[in-house]
């Protein structure tokens, strides 16, 4: 009984894992990120979503401005820009090992098994990758770069969702703790 539980605990950990991204951000070692008081948000030059595009622009502004920074045009000590691609999900089709036990009566076994999965259903899937960069001000150049990405079978709210949560585990990297 112990063991199936421990089993099914495993199992929901494992899905769990596999559902998450992590975003993933680099920056510059020898920035003083402590100097950043005030940003500008500067557009991409092409898009090919711009629904995402909106929401991406005033998700970052509003982060950034919770995180204290202040919105400056005309004297800002950061630029900070964004990309985004949307690409068809891939498909698995991969081979899976599984590991499983069970008990009748007094006996108990465990077994293990594989499987090769076949690609089936739609093929509407997408991801949405989005990048955000901070730029020095002074130099041009690029002092912090974050990324992440999600997965959505079509748009409407649960895509806006998932694109401000994505801006936001991206932007909590923001600016880099030593």
């Not at 975003?23 to 100097?35: G, I, V």
């Not at 694109?163 to 585990?169: E, S």
Request: a neutral charge; proline letters at 4%; glycine letters at 10%.
């Amino acid at each position: 009984m112990r063991l199936t539980r421990f089993s099914i605990l495993l199992t929901a950990v494992g899905l769990l894992a596999a559902c998450s991204t992590t975003p993933k951000n680099d920056y510059d070692l020898n920035y003083d990120f402590s100097s950043l008081k005030s940003f500008d948000l500067r557009l991409p030059q092409s898009v090919d979503d711009p629904l995402s595009a909106e929401r991406i622009q005033n998700e970052i502004k509003q982060q950034l401005i919770q995180k204290g920074f202040n919105e400056s045009a005309s004297s800002p000590d950061f630029h900070a820009t964004f990309n985004l691609q949307t690409q068809d999900k891939p498909q698995n089709s991969g081979l899976s090992i599984g590991l499983g036990t069970g008990s009748i009566g007094h006996g108990g076994g465990i077994g293990i098994g594989t499987s090769v999965g076949v690609p089936l259903g739609s093929k509407t899937a997408k991801i949405q990758m989005i990048q955000i960069d901070i730029l020095d001000v002074q130099s041009n150049r690029l002092i912090w770069r974050g990324s992440d990405s999600f997965d959505f079978d079509s748009g409407g709210e649960n895509k806006a969702q998932d694109t401000q949560k994505a801006v936001g585990n991206i932007l909590t990297q923001f600016p880099p703790k030593r």
